[in-house]
């Protein structure tokens, strides 16, 4: 953030302001404001990037210390500020799109104003406020110091008028003097200028003096600018800078300036006293690294002095954050530098000035990060080795807090900068050794542990402590007027009000103990809970004591193991007994005072409860933990023993009868600690013999009055405490015989539990259990008097939990009748028993029950109840689930009784009989039940005159379902129940409900008999039975009806699919119609109605196809039913509807949404009219069966659809629908196409010609959508078939024979069926479809690619058959119709496959059979077309068609339209000899085709396939096929260089070699390997006399490169007359003379053998000799003499050399000049990539030269620089000169790089 701040802005009346735009020929505007009205506390604020183009205008009280701390956090948040303290804006303002960096003209327009004012006109102000406001925040980079100097002369001047002068301009003249020297001083110039001008200090130090409080400031700040250097700018001289300014009268000024602001207002000078701390805080810590050590030892004392210090001391605490932080970092250094007295002093007036106290508040309750650091700080260093302030500071701080002061400190091992930049020595730094840093970290951290709270509430508590303290002391001395004053710390301490409440004992905390369990620990726990137990006998407060019980509680529970046994146990219980008393004098004077109003807020405790009676919630807390921390403390046995010695059991039972006024679950743990007493000591011994006497707790409880308060407790509103005391009474009257005599009479126990029991919401198990008990152990008659007997014996044998549920009505059992008016009649007798006794009660806690005699209660309706066994019948209807312990007694009871009462009572007997059978069904009475006949008497029912009325239907609906649940228990039933004819019963009742369904009762009865029937069937028995009586059969058909209830048709429906699991049964539902009655229902379905006929629709569709057999894992009938079924149902719904309900994956109503439909598929057609049909069948055929004769279904259903008749049916397969939809799933693909095949040979095509479509088309879906049926295509019959089609006139059948076509097209994608179609003849017959229509050719060039790709016989045969031809004819068609130019496309695809693949085919056949052997297709092809037409193939289709149709010359070919009628001449010839002949004729023979001459038809001579004119002409071009060439160039040149009538065509030849291996330097390797003495044949034709001169030059440059090559160079010393070869080429052609020798003198280098070759024959020497000494000073003689050298010198070879050089010693002496036997750059190998023949794009050969970058593929500079683009210039100059050119070596070594 950068921004501007101007102090006291003026409030202008009226302001004219303008926007200047500055540039580099314009100078700013300013206009001055009109008259102005200053107000002292306002000020302007200008942000840097904001939107606003004038600054915002702020005012305040105290404005200075705003503005500083607003530098302070623009400082820290790495930005600038620009103050302007003249209290005169500028007049004019720039665009932030202008705040820029000034241009170089720019600033020095603005230094040279500078020098036009004198300080005595009115353009000074404007002049210097226009400076520093346009170049302020930049660094200047002028080097004149004129402006420097004449602006300090200035400042003087003005300063010295400011002093004398009251005005107000003076004072801003100042101000932005300084400003502008701040901006000038940004120059390394004027910074160094500053250090040698003598009065600059002295000029500063006296506006620092100024009574202006704007100029001290902007001195200061001045002062600050330039010893406080940003980073990277007059670091060097910053040091020597704070010397030259900061002499000892500035110190001094700046000192008296700190000294001078104790005495100010609060407010004034905050500015320059913030301004002259930030100057000693650079010095001291911002930029202490360029502080001179020596020169800061010598400050240091001033600092240090005692004004001084309490001055900073008091500026610490300014309001203003920016001074107080400043003199803190001041105060730092000067404590951590000092000498330890000195340290020591300032220490003890830190404290005694109240310093540290200030600074330790600062440390917790700063709002500033770095002024807390820097406070904690310098409170270690106050406190550090001085005891007084260590014992100050450790009286105000908890004593855990203080523990990480000895943590470990952890000194940074980062490297500070050094003090001083003249010294090399450190200033030592003193480190106090406790960890103050970790303990100021911690403090404003929270921490809540049992030995610690700290948070913002104790931290505001000792920031409170301490400004009060602060405020006492201020105020007390300014009361006292004695000057000489010190705080009185020993008496000083801090009362944390948080800590005191959390109760401390200890070292511990008790509520941060509580805050922290269950995770807390504590040391030596039995003496913490001893001096628990201490606090809480002399704790008055409640709260606290059950802070300190809970603890307690707490405490004895984790450590009971370290504390054991407690011994002032006696002293608890008179604690507990003191505690009672005093709740129940409350108690009894809160029921003696009359009743209150209530209170306003119930929640709220009473304060002073003695007072008022009331008994606080307080005080029951006490007394319940009280009782909590004795359970916990009972777990070690002896403290229990203890408190039953000292008769702790009565107080604590003296507790129970508050509960029956307080309603409160806390005397629960009173009653549980008297039943932990009485559990101690068991009754009985291990052999179970009762101890006499009894144990002492059940002694104490038993005695007095005790008793009757335990019983009295069932009283309580609270049902825990009812529970508990339950449980106690039930431990007491355990083996306490001489207690439960009279029991009842003396404490009214029955009344009190069964109250209990009524008045819990829950059921009481332990009331239930302590009733039993005393009902036991008492008179039987006592509880009779309250309960029916059926309840007092339900009370003796059943458990206490069950017999508590069913006492309040929460569970029923059938063994009791126990209704809401019986405990309704109980409860009131209850309430006159204990009511006078709740009376008393209310007025005295303390009241005993007094026994009231009751009479027993008479219940009514139980007498007309019906009992079997023990247990109502009602009652067991009422809770079917109740446990009946012996059912088998009930049962047999309930048969005996069934005719001996009315219908009514039948019904519940029969229904009761059926709640047992659920529940017992597994027993033997119930799995071989005997009451058959009696339930087919409860049948009976008369066929002609049948019984309907209400009670019959009642006991035959619950009769059957009796019934049914007994056939379904066991096996055994079932067979007993056919054994009594119990079938023919159920046959009578299906006969007559079926007939009767209208009825709501019938309907019941008869889901029940189809129940019953169902369950039998599974039986063979009750299915043979059926067989015999086939009526059950027609009757539940009968039920079979649309409209029925959908429970009769689904168990009807249910019936039949077990009828058709017998073969027997199933053929009478099919004489009876059953599929019949099923497709009733499936077309009464409607589509989007939810109604019960489309459920029984959707099971009926379900169950006919299991009927059927449809749903059998194969799919197939597999009984003569079914198979009937499935003929019936597929003459009546179709072949494919039977087929969709067969998938799986199709739903039932998904079906009968198709049924309902128009649905066409392959095999069905189904539409409203073929439905309809079936519709009026069915019904006609229902008529039958419902109208009562014996009409039975015939075996064969004779049923046809007339709709469908004209339709096209192939193995029952639409074709109309399949070719609509040709991705239906077939089921046999293979079979359906071999139907397809037989249909096609069966039909006269030309007469049938749709018919043949439509089965053609169906054979190419068939074979598109189903893979692997390919090979029934290329059968015999089926290709017999389809070529006969082909056959056929075009005229007749073209579109059949495109279908035929499209068939054998998928069928070859297939490779396994290529073969049988690959015949020779067949391929005949597909060529000549390519030649009778031109719609059919790609259809045709498809197959051939599916064949060339798959099959190596149809590439054979694709030739032998003369198809290629037919290929050539498309291909060589010149037409430039755009469909014409695609199928040529089409064709070259199809000729570049075949290519490949005969080529495949002929090395893999020669890998066989390890022999060279012809490709005919290559044969073939080479004898039509040249070679490169062969080799373009290889491109591109559609670039082989654009290529062949261009006109083209170069070296490797001359294709115009006089070559391309001649290769289209002798295709034509060929292809009209092939279509003559018949199918079966002998094999094509490709070789036996003659060649096209074009040599002689373009009259040039060729070799290798290159017109060699042509490459003499245009040498650098690149051949095609290089190696050929090379090879048949050599043979030539072999065979017609002894013939002289042939020495032209040998010229030719070996320039044409020249230019070859000139241009490409690698190919020399190639004349060292093929043919093996082709180096020789060149060398032997140097000799030849009829070569032209020009070859013999051609020939000695073609060796010197060879010379080059290694392999090569390995030949040529095998030619014994080579040297001898090259001096005859020198004789005849003195232009090879230089190139010659070169060679020599390579040779020779690279192996001296070579030497051997100068013989005297040879003549070499003699011409080297003479050459030495005519041109001893040209190349070519340096060349010589350095090879007569070499040889001369050479020891091994060099003797016949030396010989011939008799007498020429001197010579010879002489030094050879440095030559470098290679004259050519590197030749790369002959890689294979380099020889493999080349094919580039057609567009790059038709010119003679070739693009750059693609002639070849690396270019090298041959015989001159440069020689990459100029070598075949280079090489005529050459050939023609002889002479080779000078070659930089350096040059073609940069010119090597292969060109990309």
């Known amino acids: 953030m950068h921004c501007r701040i101007t102090y006291s802005v003026p409030l202008r009346a009226s302001t004219n302001v303008r926007h200047a735009s500055l540039s580099r020929h314009t100078k700013p505007t300013t206009n001055t404001p009109m008259q102005t009205q200053d107000k002292k506390q306002r000020f302007a604020i200008e942000y840097s990037g904001s939107s606003k183009d004038a600054p915002s205008i702020f005012e305040h009280d105290q404005m200075q210390q705003v503005v500083a701390n607003l530098v302070m956090a623009v400082h820290y948040a790495g930005g600038s500020v620009a103050l302007n303290l003249s209290g005169v804006p500028p007049g004019t303002y720039l665009r932030p799109s202008l705040w820029q960096a000034p241009d170089w003209p720019m600033e020095e327009h603005f230094c040279a104003r500078l020098l036009t004012i004198t300080g005595k006109d009115d353009r000074t102000l404007p002049v210097l406020q226009e400076f520093a406001w346009y170049l302020n925040a930049h660094e200047l980079k002028a080097k004149d110091t004129r402006h420097l100097q004449w602006i300090l002369r200035l400042l003087r001047y003005s300063n010295t008028l400011s002093e004398h002068s009251s005005e107000d301009a003076s004072g801003a003249i100042v101000v932005e003097c300084l400003n502008c020297l701040a901006i000038l001083l940004t120059s390394k110039a004027n910074y160094s200028e500053m250090m040698r001008l003598e009065d600059s200090a002295r000029t500063l130090c006296d506006t620092l003096r100024s009574q202006n409080e704007m100029i001290a400031t902007s001195a200061a700040r001045l002062i600050l600018s330039l010893i406080e250097q940003p980073e990277k700018r007059h670091v060097k001289m910053e040091g020597q800078m704070k010397m030259h300014l900061l002499q000892d009268e500035t110190i001094t000024t700046l000192l008296s300036i700190l000294v001078a602001h104790n005495s100010k207002k609060s407010g004034e000078q905050m500015l320059l006293t913030d301004s002259v701390l930030r100057v000693f805080a650079s010095v001291f810590k911002a930029h202490a690294h360029t502080t001179d050590r020596d020169w800061f030892m010598q400050l240091l004392p001033k600092m240090s002095r005692q004004t001084t210090v309490s001055t900073l001391f008091h500026l610490c605490t300014s309001a203003c954050a920016s001074i107080s932080l400043n003199a803190s970092y001041v105060l730092r250094v000067i404590l951590s530098t000092n000498s330890p007295e000195a340290r020591t002093a300032i220490q003890d007036m830190a404290r005694l000035n109240m310093a540290l106290l200030y600074h330790i508040m600062l440390t917790i309750d700063s709002p500033f990060p770095k002024q807390r650091r820097v406070s904690g700080q310098l409170v270690g260093l106050m406190c550090a080795e001085n005891k007084e302030s260590m014992f100050v500071f450790m009286r105000i701080i908890p004593r855990k807090l203080l523990a990480y002061l000895k943590e470990p400190i952890k000194r940074k091992t980062s490297h500070k900068k050094r003090w001083g930049f003249s010294s090399s020595a450190k200033i030592e730094h003193f480190q106090p050794q406790l960890n103050w840093v970790r303990l100021f970290e911690e403090a404003v951290h929270d921490h809540e542990n049992p030995e610690l709270l700290w948070n913002d509430a104790t931290r505001s508590e000792l920031a409170t402590a301490i400004r009060d303290e602060m405020s006492g002391y201020f105020r007390d001395s300014r009361a006292n007027r004695d000057n000489n004053k010190v705080w009185n ?110 209170a306003a807020d119930p929640g709220k405790e009473c304060e002073g409860g003695g007072a008022s009676g009331e008994v606080e919630d307080s005080e029951l807390d006490v007394l319940e933990w009280a009782c909590k921390f004795l359970i916990e403390s009972f777990k070690v046995v ?48 291990e052999r179970g013999f009762i101890k006499i006497p009894i144990p002492r707790a059940k002694s104490d409880l038993c005695g007095g009055h005790t008793l009757n308060y335990i019983v009295q407790g069932l009283m309580a509103d609270s049902s825990e405490v009812v529970e508990r005391c339950a449980v106690l009474l ?50 039987p008659a006592l509880l009779r008097l309250l309960l029916p007997d059926s309840m007092a014996f339900f009370l003796s044998n059943a458990e206490p939990d069950v017999f508590a549920r069913v006492f309040v009505g929460a569970e029923t059992t059938p063994e009791v009748i126990w209704t809401a008016e019986m405990r309704e009649q109980l409860t009131a007798t209850l309430e006159l028993a204990l009511g006078p006794f709740a009376a008393a009660v209310a007025k005295d806690p303390r009241a005993v029950y007094e026994a009231v005699k ?61 709640v047992l059978y659920r529940k017992y069904y597994r027993r033997t009475p119930f799995r071989l039940f005997e009451g058959f006949p009696i339930l087919l008497r409860a049948m009976e029912m008369d066929r002609a005159k049948p019984d309907l009325s209400q009670d019959k239907l009642d006991v035959v609906k619950a009769t059957t379902d009796l019934v049914f649940l007994s056939a379904w228990a066991s096996k055994e039933n079932r067979s007993v129940f056919l054994q009594v004819k119990g079938l023919s019963s159920l046959s009578t009742l299906l006969y007559c409900f079926s007939r009767h369904i ?105 169950v006919l196809a299991n009927i059927c057999g449809i749903f059998n894992d194969s799919g197939e009938p597999e009984n003569e039913p079914q198979r009937r079924f499935q003929a019936a149902l597929c003459r009546l719904l179709s072949h494919g509807m039977v087929k969709d309900i067969m998938r799986s994956s199709t739903s039932d109503a998904a079906f009968l949404e198709a049924l309902h439909g128009s649905y066409e598929t392959p095999n069905s057609i189904w539409n409203a009219a073929t439905r309809a049909e079936t519709e009026a069948f069915v019904h006609a055929r229902l008529a039958k069966f419902r109208s009562g004769s014996d009409y039975k279904e015939p075996d064969e259903l004779e049923f046809s659809f007339s709709c469908l008749e004209k339709e096209v049916v192939v193995a029952d397969t639409y074709l109309r629908v399949y070719n609509q939809q040709p991705q239906w799933a077939l089921e046999d693909p293979r079979a359906f196409l071999e139907e397809l095949f037989a249909a096609v040979r069966s039909i006269d095509v030309v007469a049938n010609v749709e018919k043949t479509r439509a089965v053609l088309i169906s054979i190419s879906h068939v074979l598109t959508h189903n893979g692997g049926v390919e090979s029934v295509v290329v059968t015999p019959d089926s290709l017999a078939c389809l070529f006969a089609i082909l056959q056929l006139p075009v005229s007749q059948v073209e579109s059949l024979q495109a279908l035929a076509l499209g068939a054998l097209v998928l069928a070859t994608a297939n490779q396994q069926c290529i073969d049988p179609v690959a015949e020779i003849d067949r391929l005949r017959l597909l060529g000549r479809c390519i030649k009778n229509s031109a719609s059919q050719r790609a259809q045709v060039l498809n197959i051939l690619d599916n064949m060339i790709s798959g099959s190596a016989k149809a590439v054979a045969n694709v030739t032998a058959s003369g198809g290629v031809v037919y290929l050539l004819e498309m291909v060589t068609n010149s037409s430039h119709e755009r469909e014409h130019r695609q199928i040529r496309a089409l064709a070259t695809q199809t000729l570049r496959l075949l290519k490949a693949s005969s080529l495949s085919l002929k090395r893999r056949r020669e890998r066989q059979s390890k022999k060279l052997l012809r490709d005919p297709f290559m044969s073939l092809m080479l004898a039509l077309f040249p070679p490169y037409v062969c080799a373009m193939l290889d491109r591109a289709p559609t670039e082989f068609v654009t290529f062949y149709d261009a006109n083209t010359r170069n070296p490797d070919l001359i294709w115009d339209d006089v070559n391309r009628e001649a290769a289209r001449s002798s295709i034509m010839k060929l292809l009209a000899a092939i279509d003559n002949q018949p199918v079966g004729a002998p094999d094509f023979d490709a070789g036996g085709v003659p060649c096209v001459e074009y040599a002689a038809l373009n009259g040039m001579r060729q070799c290798g396939g290159v017109y060699v004119r042509m490459l003499i002409e245009h040498p650098a071009y690149r051949l095609h096929n290089t190696r050929r060439f090379m090879e048949e160039a050599m043979a030539a040149v072999a065979e017609l260089r002894s013939d002289p009538s042939q020495a032209t065509s040998v010229d030719e030849l070996i320039a044409a070699l020249y230019h070859v291996v000139i241009n490409r330097n690698e190919w020399a390797n190639y004349l060292g390997e093929v043919p093996n003495n082709g180096l020789e044949t060149l060398t032997s034709c140097l000799t030849d006399q009829h070569l032209s001169n020009e070859s013999v030059l051609h020939l000695v440059l073609l060796l010197s490169v060879c010379a080059h090559c290694a392999g090569p160079r390995k030949k040529l010393i095998g030619i014994p007359k080579l040297f001898a070869s090259l001096v005859s080429a020198i004789k005849r052609n003195y232009n090879a003379q230089e190139p010659a020798l070169q060679t020599m003198f390579l040779l020779v280098k690279m192996d001296p053998a070579f030497i051997t070759q100068a013989s005297v024959e040879s003549e070499l020497v003699p011409m080297l000799l003479e050459t030495v000494k005519s041109s001893a000073t040209t190349k070519t003689g340096q060349v010589a003499f350095a090879l007569l050298k070499t040889m001369y010198i050479d020891k091994r070879y060099g003797e016949t050399v030396r010989s011939q050089l008799f007498g020429e010693e001197e010579l010879m002496a002489g030094e050879a000049a440095a030559i470098k036997p290679q004259f050519y750059p590197k030749i790369d190998p002959l890689d294979p990539g380099r020889m493999t023949p080349v094919v580039v794009p057609f567009n790059q050969r038709m010119n003679y030269i070739a693009p750059a970058g693609v002639v070849e593929q690396k270019n090298y500079s041959s015989l001159a620089p440069g020689g990459i683009k100029r070598a075949p210039a280079a090489i005529s100059s050459a050939a023609s000169t002889g002479r080779l050119p000078e070659v930089d070596r350096k040059e073609v070594r940069k010119t090597m790089a292969p060109a990309s």
């Open 489 to 598: 710390y020993e008496e000083f301490n801090v009362k944390y009000r948080t800590l005191e409440q959390m109760v401390p004992v200890g070292k511990y905390y008790v509520g941060l103990i509580l805050r922290t369990v269950p995770d807390c620990t504590v040391e030596e726990p039995a003496q913490f809970l001893a001096d628990m137990f201490h606090h809480l006998l002399l704790e008055p407060a409640a709260r606290n004591r059950i802070m300190l019980l809970q603890c307690m509680t707490w405490c004895a529970d984790k450590y009971k193991r370290d504390i054991g046994h407690i011994y002032y146990m006696r002293n608890i219980i008179r604690f507990l007994e003191a505690s009672l008393h005093e709740v129940e004098g409350r108690t009894i004077a809160a029921a003696a005072s009359p009743a209150r109003a209530p």
């Open 638 to 685: 002896d403290n229990l023993r203890d408190f039953i010695r000292a008769g702790g059991l009565i107080p604590v039972a003296g507790l129970l009868p508050l509960s029956q006024r307080v309603n409160d679950t806390r005397f629960f743990h009173c009653a549980q600690v008297l039943i932990t007493a009485c559990k101690l000591v068991d009754s009985t011994d």
């Open 730 to 779: 039930e431990l007491l009257l355990n083996n306490n015989g001489a207690v439960v005599d009279g029991l009842h009479d003396r404490t009214g126990v029955l009344f009190f539990v069964c109250r209990a029991m009524l008045k819990a919401e829950e059921p009481h198990t332990a009331a239930a259990a302590l009733l039993r008990t005393v009902h036991k152990q008492q008179a």
């Open 854 to 914: 009751v009479e027993a209660i008479k219940y009514k309706g139980l007498e007309d109840e019906l009992r079997c066994g023990n247990y109502y019948i009602k009652a067991l209807l009422e809770s079917p689930s109740w446990e009946v312990e012996e059912p088998e007694d009930v049962l047999t009871d309930a048969l005996q009784m069934l005719f001996k009462v009315p219908p009514k009572k039948q019904v519940m007997l029969l229904r009761a009989m059926c």
């Open 998 to 1102: 209208d009825q709501p009762s019938v309907y019941k009865v008869l889901v029940n008999v189809l129940k019953i029937v169902t369950r039998l069937l599974d039986d063979q028995k009750a299915r043979d039975e059926v067989v015999v009586a086939p009526d059950v059969v027609s009757d539940v058909m009968w039920c079979l009806k649309v409209g029925y209830p959908s429970d009769v048709i689904g168990l009807a429906m249910q019936c039949s699919l077990s009828f058709s699991e017998d073969t027997r049964l199933c053929d009478m539902m099919y004489k009876n119609g059953v599929h019949f009655f099923l497709l009733e229902f499936m077309f009464s379905y409607k589509k989007g109605d939810q109604a019960a006929d489309n459920e029984s629709a959707v099971r009926g569709c379900s």
